[in-house]
């Protein structure tokens, strides 16, 4: 079982660019996929980028694809989701998500606000 916890996130300027990180600890990490999601307020969670559990594929929502990221470095037990050129429909609360067929954990959630 994995425990996540987020960091990163704030408010940045349309065309910013902001990265967030997703510390994973327990055991196991490299059996988990990473799904990162966004949700704004009143809307339903969105998928926004995804990774394998050894980070050989990604996938991407089309809002975002080419201006996000999303990495990880099993051996530091860490997803990052790199984010440019962002605008103000990406304001939300990011969660990352790891998960399993048998486990799920989600990250407490952090909130990037893109505003002038």
Not at 16 to 39: E, H, K, T
Request: with cysteine.
């Amino acid at each position: 079982q994995v425990h996540l916890v987020q960091s990163g996130g704030g408010t940045v300027q349309p065309g910013g660019s902001l990265r967030l990180s997703c510390a994973a600890s327990g055991f196991g990490f490299s059996d988990y996929r990473v799904i990162w999601y966004r949700q704004r307020p009143g809307e339903e969670r969105e998928l926004v980028a995804q990774i394998s559990a050894v980070g050989r594929s990604t996938l991407y929502s089309d809002p975002v694809r080419g201006r996000f990221t999303v990495s990880r470095d099993n051996t530091k037990n860490m997803v990052w989701l790199q984010m440019v050129n962002l605008k103000p429909e990406d304001t939300a609360v990011y969660l990352c998500q790891a998960t399993t067929n048998l486990d799920t954990a989600w990250g407490q959630g952090t909130q990037v606000t893109v505003s002038s």
